[in-house]
């Protein structure tokens, strides 16, 4: 066979495979064509990684920092920029507009977090052990996430709509007058935090179905003879063993939650009357539409250091907990 | 458990199935309805017959079909793109050694964490520079290859045993042909969650190809349908036909391979 890799394949043997006893009368020759190895083998990971460096690092660290200029300058991406220092950062403290935002953001957070966990906790609960169906219910629960935020809001938006819509039909046939839903700046963000539990639900469920097989039944076996009802084994027993899969979830909704953007651009555009602008439609609106670059980046960095901090805060509490959890055993 | 308990379980857990489920059969529901059925209050809900009006409107014109394209384009280069880097990077710093691949590692891990809002704005401009904003280049250039992609091929290859790989080594195979012709194809698991992955959220993107992409005949179907929408507010029947065909991919794809996406999907977070 003449593959091109035939002459190369000395030269890539691992180090420890070509030269077992390393050991110190080793010829200089040998000594040599060992270094011209270990440098064929640098060559051929640099070869396999380049790219995925150039492209992962690239679009990563080289943005990070360019965004932190950004942030310090007044720049609308088409003229040259300014440099501001920290007044970006200043007038956005004072911004009520990024005020609303940040508002309208946290009460979503605070709703869709906390019941996309517990509705998922109780589905899955529902669904474990032997169930009839459990299969055609979870693939049901779970196929919403799949579709995509764009196709959710497109679908919403005509199911919600005042006119023709779905919903106003079933509230009229149950004698319910008509609602503004989207469009009443007093819904539209509860029925956004809806329309995200209906499709990110099912993820919580699988991840807990995922996690409650490998709870050991020795232990729930034990506390049933020792008389635990199913409230105390829930409590004493399921959600101690849940718990790291709950910090988990935790995190990921919670960093899913805030920077929630595509169903609201879909959706309400932050209407109506900025009753549905969250912060990273706050960021789009400040970069994309108003061209107000090094104001968004400002934003921008905002939300990454309170994202950092919220995932951190959390890591510590979760090890903080498997510490407690340990002295407990 | 008793008969009873059961039962009682399904009175839960079938009204609430039912409830996950009806959004997405009323979307096929209404792609199937006329305008007329639909545009009056209270509008119907369920169709007299089949009407295909809204799917020859949206296939007349000339754009979905270019749109749908478009978005095959970008998810399928993404997904064999991120299969072959993501594999050659993995394997290298699973089974390789050299100066660096620990720091760089844990650079491309950390990368991770950086919120895709804090890089748009000077991604965008890196796009620019390159003279890619506006066409697909832009959409595809970021998604070759994610840390995601990397990190777990080389979790797989760490837990698969080294001596076949060392037998090859020894009968002459360079590194290249050990990865493709002996790891890879133990590898199925890995290569079936990372193209999973990655077609889920190349093909449902929207807010990278909203920023990236001005020109309608370079829009993807997600793109394509907000617009869409927005210019035919009345036509509804035609608005839902385009949703069914923009979310039927990934649903067939779903429905075929569920056991992958599920596992793909909750393994990705936990062990990561």
Known sequence: MTSPYRETVVSTLPRALTLPPQSPALAPAARRAARRRARRERATAWAFIGPSVVVILGLSVVPVVWSLLLSLRADDLVTPGRWVGLDNYDALVQDPGFRTAVGNTLLYAALYVPLSLVGGLALALALNGRVRFAGLYRTLVFVPFVVSATAQGVLFSFILDPEFGAANALLHHLGVSRQGFLSDPGQALYLLVLISLWSGVGFCVVVYLAALQDVPPELVESARIDGANRVQLLRHVTLPALTPVTVFLLVWQLITALQVFDLIYVTTKGGPLGSTTVVVYFVWQQAFQLFTAGYGAATAYVLAVALFLAGGALHLLRRRGDRTEGVAR | ?272
């Open chain 2, 1 to 272: 458990m008793s008969g009873r308990g059961a039962l009682g379980r399904h009175l839960v857990l079938a009204p609430l199935a039912l409830a996950f489920a009806l959004p997405l059969v009323w979307l096929v529901l209404s792609s199937v309805m006329s305008d007329t059925e639909i545009n009056r209050f209270p509008p119907a809900l369920w169709p007299k017959g089949v009407d295909l009006g809204g799917y020859r409107y949206v296939l007349g014109n000339a754009m979905f079909p270019r749109w749908f394209a478009n978005s095959l384009i970008v998810a399928s280069v993404a997904v064999v793109s991120n299969l072959l880097l993501g594999a050659l990077g993995g394997y290298a710093f699973a089974r390789m050694r050299f100066a660096g691949s620990r720091v760089l590692l844990g650079l491309m891990l950390a990368t991770m964490a950086v919120p895709f809002q804090l890089t748009m704005i000077p991604t965008f401009l890196v796009m620019k520079w390159f003279g890619l904003i506006d066409t697909l280049g832009a959409l595809i250039v970021p998604s070759l290859v994610t840390p995601f992609a990397v990190f777990l091929f080389r979790q797989f290859f760490l837990a698969l045993p080294r001596e076949m790989e060392e037998a090859a080594w020894i009968d002459g195979c360079s590194r290249l042909r050990v990865l493709f012709s002996i790891v890879l194809p133990l590898a199925r698991p890995a290569l079936a969650t990372v193209a999973v992955l990655t077609f889920l959220t190349t093909w449902n993107d929207l807010s990278w190809p909203l920023i990236a992409i001005n020109h309608d005949t370079r829009y993807t179907l997600q793109l394509g349908l907000t617009t869409f929408q927005g210019q035919h507010h009345v036509h509804w029947s035609a608005v839902m036909a385009g949703n069914v065909i923009t979310v039927l991919p990934v649903l067939v794809a779903f429905l075929l391979a569920q056991r992958t996406f599920v596992q793909s999907l909750t393994s990705s977070g936990l062990k990561g």
